[in-house]
């Protein structure tokens, strides 16, 4: 089943260049009800200050009724959203790693 909210979500991934994009909570789970809000981890180096700003306008502007949450993975990142993330994420966007590295 084809998700417009998480197809915007790629889309905008694309454009800001991220590493990788990983739903988590009831959404990933599989136990979410229609009203159910998406949470998105995004990882990511080298994104600026105003870049990040500008990724979460452009994550606001997609056009659901739906809250979208979303997380910049780093080392200050709660220990218990890091956990929930790593047990029940599911990726739905992940950068083409250079074969040459």
């Known amino acids: 089943m084809q998700d417009y909210v998480l197809n915007e979500i790629k889309e905008i ?7 990788k994009v990983v739903l988590f909570g009831s959404r990933a789970r599989g136990d979410h009800s229609e009203t159910s809000d998406y949470d998105i981890a995004i990882f990511e180096k080298d994104l600026s200050l105003i870049s990040k700003t500008l990724l979460c306008s452009d994550i ?9 949450d979303v997380v910049f993975v780093n080392k200050d990142l709660n220990d218990k959203v890091m956990e929930n993330i790593k047990n029940e994420g599911v990726v739905i966007y992940e950068q083409a790693r250079n074969q040459t590295d």
């Open 13 to 19: 991934a694309i454009k800001y260049e991220v590493e």
């Open 60 to 68: 606001e502007e997609i056009h659901t009724l739906k809250k979208i």
